[in-house]
């Protein structure tokens, strides 16, 4: 599975953004897709996940905030990301995972990740 990421870039706190991610390959092999940020310094940290069914699971520091979701038949997940703070700032990746465990904040259980994009939030 490919992963291809884009819609990062510069925005005023308080702003919004959409990141978008499109996959392919086997795609059929994947149940869960989600985004993951690394800020400078900073270890990788879940953002939200979505499943085939279209459950969702955000980090507490995102609720409310950002929204994802998924559009099967494209294999693409998009991020929709308002009232952005400056410590939104960081890389953002999209990962694909063939898990069906609950635990869809863990890194180890992503198999696939795209290249990031950089979100950079100003104050």
């Known amino acids: 599975v490919q992963l291809q990421a884009s819609g990062g870039g510069l925005v005023l706190a308080g702003g919004s953004l959409r990141l978008s991610c499109a996959a392919s390959g086997r795609t059929f092999s994947t149940n869960v897709m989600g985004w993951f940020r690394q800020a400078p310094a900073k270890e990788r940290e879940f953002v939200a996940a979505i499943n085939r069914s279209g459950s969702t699971s955000y980090a507490d520091s995102v609720k409310g905030r950002f929204t994802i979701s998924r559009d099967n038949a494209k294999n693409t997940v998009a991020l929709e990301m308002n009232s952005l703070k400056p410590e939104d700032t960081a890389v953002y990746y999209c990962?694909?995972?063939?898990?069906?465990?609950?635990?869809?904040?863990?890194?180890?259980?992503?198999?696939?990740w795209g290249q990031g994009t950089l979100v950079t939030v100003s104050s």
């Open positions: 990962a694909a995972s063939s898990t069906y465990s609950s635990t869809w904040y863990i890194t180890n259980l992503y198999n696939y």
